[in-house]
């Protein structure tokens, strides 16, 4: 019988240690067997200067389309959203749209918290999804030369 050691860890490490793992343990269901075998890194990728995100308010079920540029950052409810870069494969490759995004609530009284900050991609929303209880984010496609 395996035993297993909780710990009290803040919840940023616990979102990337969850995708991290997620994602290790996709590679064999894959036939992936590490690093090289991976889908390319996003340095092999093509950079674009624009994102098209669409996001969810779980409550009014109300969803919304919005284009932003690398650098620029814009408003869903109490969150703000930063593009900091946004990737694609060449076109003679599987098609495949990352986001590098830094989302971060900012409630009224508050202190600002963040609330995720890695790479989402288009193909795998689940991946490295951001866990919100009001609203979800995902990556459609890249936009620009």
């Given at each position: 019988?395996?035993?297993?050691?909780?710990?009290?860890?803040?919840?940023?490490?616990?979102?990337?240690?969850?995708?991290?793992?997620?994602?290790?343990?996709?590679?064999?269901?894959?036939?992936?067997?590490?690093?090289?075998?991976?889908?390319?890194?996003?340095?092999?990728?093509?950079?674009?200067?624009?994102?098209?995100?669409?996001?969810?308010?779980?409550?009014?079920?109300?969803?919304?389309?919005?284009?932003?540029?690398?650098?620029?950052t814009k408003a869903l409810?109490?969150?703000?959203?930063?593009?900091?870069?946004?990737?694609?494969?060449?076109p003679i490759e599987p098609?495949?749209?990352?986001?590098?995004?830094?989302v971060i609530e900012n409630?009224?009284?508050?202190?600002?918290?963040?609330?995720?900050?890695?790479?989402?991609?288009?193909?795998?929303?689940?991946?490295?999804?951001?866990?919100?209880?009001?609203?979800?984010?995902?990556?459609?496609?890249?936009?620009?030369?």
């Amino acid at each position: 019988m395996t035993t297993i050691q909780v710990t009290t860890t803040p919840k940023s490490l616990r979102l990337r240690g969850a995708a991290l793992a997620a994602a290790l343990l996709c590679l064999p269901a894959l036939g992936l067997t590490g690093p090289a075998d991976a889908a390319p890194v996003p340095e092999e990728m093509v950079s674009r200067h624009a994102a098209k995100l669409q996001g969810l308010d779980k409550i009014t079920a109300r969803t919304s389309t919005f284009t932003i540029a690398v650098g620029e950052t814009k408003a869903l409810g109490s969150l703000r959203i930063t593009l900091r870069a946004c990737k694609e494969n060449p076109p003679i490759e599987p098609p495949e749209t990352a986001a590098f995004l830094e989302v971060i609530e900012n409630k009224p009284g508050e202190q600002a918290e963040p609330v995720f900050s890695g790479w989402m991609f288009a193909s795998s929303p689940a991946l490295s999804a951001m866990e919100h209880p009001i609203y979800d984010v995902w990556v459609l496609s890249c936009e620009g030369d």
